[in-house]
């Protein structure tokens, strides 16, 4: 399929599915606190005047909040060496906050353009970027085709390919094949991944196995041992464990919580979005359990044995995870796919998963075979996490272990920032 046959057949109908997408996306980013923050930005309508704008640049693209947390871990690396300004662009309200909050300087954080014909092209020439980074899977036909047309390289970073995505795209592999070769660069996870995007059409000649930025344990910020954060946890636990429900979904907190109560800890639970705190709350409460929320800032004065504290905030996982004793990965007992266990790993608290993690299959494969994690189904959740708070001794040699099998990633934000700057530089 040829580049131009790819953006007529996707311009017919993307605007059509925008069209129908778009009511429920205005609700959610509402929902989401996106309103003042500059949305019309997505619509190509700035409000700085653009002589303020910052040009020559890298242009860094992430969608939501995972990607934005590995945008500014490379950013970080990437002004260490004096590159010069980096343009941010994210899609959702909660992955702008996040990196508005950081506040890094020399860092013009916006909302990325919807892919419609002209809008990409008007982003792209107000901020003249030497070079595109878009980080994991983020690859649009017309953004790409406008970068083409200012001879503005692109590379893809940290990206991966999970089994399920392979066969899929497999089958639309012309289509794949053509996607991709806008690209001038890939930097992929591990080799298991080189092997997959080359399976479905992605140039060899292109990829490059740089590790995984959210893995490399040895770059970016430590988390922080917030005294606010542990005086709550203090008040709360009397005394007990405290367990985390890490990024949960739609039931899980329930099971969790249930599982946690049965082994003599303390839920802490921090859902996957926000936005979802009431209706945690009203299937937690119907279990018969008190709950506290983050966001209303209250601390009862009375509280019962089954109370169970939520962190119905964005950005704080990390700061939470380093004070819990045990992190249980949500996403992976009653939905599919798995969150991220590489959080608490660096924290260096002992990780419990459920059986579906095949978001990270090669990460959780790892970790097995080094002893690193724990894994169950649902229903023996409970005998996993007495296991694992009765032997503190195993539990923490077990978190060690899994903490250096990520070891083979490290460095891989500084490849990453390597396979960038031979293309911003004009070398690639």
Known sequence: MSRLLLRLVYNCFFPLFLILALPGYLVKMKRRGG?????SERFGIYRRPRREEPQDGLYVHAVSVGEVMIALK??????????????LATSTATGHEIARQAALPGVRVLYSPLDLPGLSGRCLR??????????????????????ARMKIPMVMLNARLSPRSERRYAKIRPVTRTLFSWLSGMGVQNRRDAGRFEGIGVDRSIIEVTGSIKFDVLTGEKPHLRADFRSILERLSSGRKVVLAASTHAGEEVLIARAVREAGAFPLVVPRHAERRHAVVRDLEADGWQCILRSSGEMPEELRSDVCYIADTTGELRDWTAL????????SFLSTGGQNPAEAIVC?????????????EDLVDLLNREGGIWQCEGDALAATLKEVLADSEEALARTGQAYDALSIHSGATGRSVELVRRFFDGEG
């Open 35 to 39: 309103w003042g923050t500059g949305l």
């Open 74 to 87: 490379f950013i970080r690396e990437w002004m260490k060496e004096g590159c010069g300004s980096v343009v």
């Open 126 to 147: 107000r901020f003249r970027p030497k070079c595109v980074a878009l980080i994991e899977a983020e690859l649009w036909p017309n953004f790409a085709a406008a970068a």
């Open 324 to 331: 819990a004793d045990v992190a249980v990965i949500g996403k």
């Open 348 to 360: 260096r608290v002992p990780v419990v998963c459920g059986m579906e993690m095949s978001n990270f």
